[in-house]
C-alpha cells in the first residue's frame, strides 16, 4: 500500500515545519520526523487508527507531540488529508 498526500496535507506539514523552525528550531525536524514515521506505518497498517465521526476518515494521533494525522484508506493506497497542530487552530472538517 502507498501513501499520497492531498496538497493540504503537504501544505500543513510545511506550515507546522515553518511554525516550529521559528518558534522552537531544535524541535522541528524532530517533530517532522515523527510525524513522517506515524504515517509511514500506514503502508503496512491502514487501519492503525480509529474512525473519525467522519465515515472512511481516521485520526492518527501522535502520542508525543500535539499532531493529528487524518486520513482515508482507497484500495491500494493511503490518502493523507490534512495533518494538524492541536495547539494552533480548531478542528476543521476534513474533506
Known sequence: MK???TLR???DLEEIYGYLE???PAAAQPVISAIERQI???TDFPYM???TD???VHELTLARYPCEI???VGRENVRILQIRHAR???RRRIR
Open 3 to 5: 501513501v499520497r498526500y
Open 9 to 11: 496535507a503537504r501544505a
Open 22 to 24: 521559528e518558534r522552537a
Open 40 to 42: 509511514g506505518w500506514l
Open 49 to 51: 487508527a480509529p474512525e
Open 54 to 56: 467522519e465515515p472512511g
Open 70 to 72: 487524518y486520513y482515508e
Open 88 to 90: 494552533r487552530r480548531p
